[in-house]
């Protein structure tokens, strides 16, 4: 693919074919996504490649303690909740996949089902976890720098044919992530990276997220108009 097919060919993936993804192929990912740049070249980041039976086990423990009542436990800052255009925003991709997927606005079941699925790593076949050192935790740099290499890590992954989605569902128990993911006391867990082949036939597949306008998200200084 060309760089411009990928930038703006990808979107998330949240429904997955079964298919195991071949480990040499993550590392070929893996590698690209590295690539990416860090605040004076730190490069804070670790990456906890999961699958088979101890991934079932995090997507299990994620999902009882959830349904338990259990409080999150992510160890990155959540920030406060989402107000003005940003929960715009955020209830407004809502909607798209919920029509994709023909969830009803009454209907719980479906509405708790698709909630669970983020706390399954949306049943893909490989979970990635980002994590980056301890020793920085604290430093504004290094999560930005994690953005960076996660964004070129599901770019790259999306140029190979796989799909990808980030999130933080799969995360949130961190106790459940840190026992079956063999994550090092010396990391801090960042985010999550559902990935697999993409299932063409899942409907929310095909939903493709609005952006702003490069003019309303830019101001320019100093230019000849």
Not at 146 to 168: D, P
Request: aromatic share 8%.
């Amino acid at each position: 693919m060309q760089f411009d097919d990928v930038i703006l060919g990808r979107r998330s993936i949240r429904g997955y074919k079964p298919d195991p993804v071949p480990r040499a192929l993550i590392e070929e990912i893996i590698a690209l996504a590295m690539r990416a740049p860090s605040s004076m070249n730190t490069q804070p980041w670790n990456f906890y490649i999961v699958t088979g039976e101890p991934l079932d086990r995090i997507r299990t423990g994620n999902t009882e303690r959830i349904l338990a009542g259990v409080p999150q436990s992510r160890e990155f800052r959540t920030g406060q909740a989402f107000a003005g255009q940003h929960r715009e925003r955020q209830v407004g991709v809502a909607k798209q996949l919920f029509s994709a997927m023909g969830i009803a606005r009454e209907d719980k079941d479906m509405r708790q089902d698709w909630v669970l699925r983020g706390f399954r790593q949306f049943d893909a076949p490989v979970c990635v976890i980002v994590t980056y050192d301890r020793v920085l935790d604290g430093s504004d740099d290094t999560p930005f720098d994690c953005g960076a290499v996660t964004t070129a890590l599901v770019n790259a992954a999306w140029s190979r044919g796989l799909g990808a989605v980030i999130n933080s569902q799969g995360i949130m128990q961190s106790p459940v992530v840190r026992e079956h993911a063999g994550i090092a006391d010396d990391q801090v867990i960042m985010k999550s990276i559902a990935l697999g082949w993409p299932d063409e036939s899942f409907p929310a597949n095909a939903v493709v997220s609005e952006r702003k306008a490069v003019a309303e998200a830019t101001v320019f200084v100093g230019f000849d108009d």
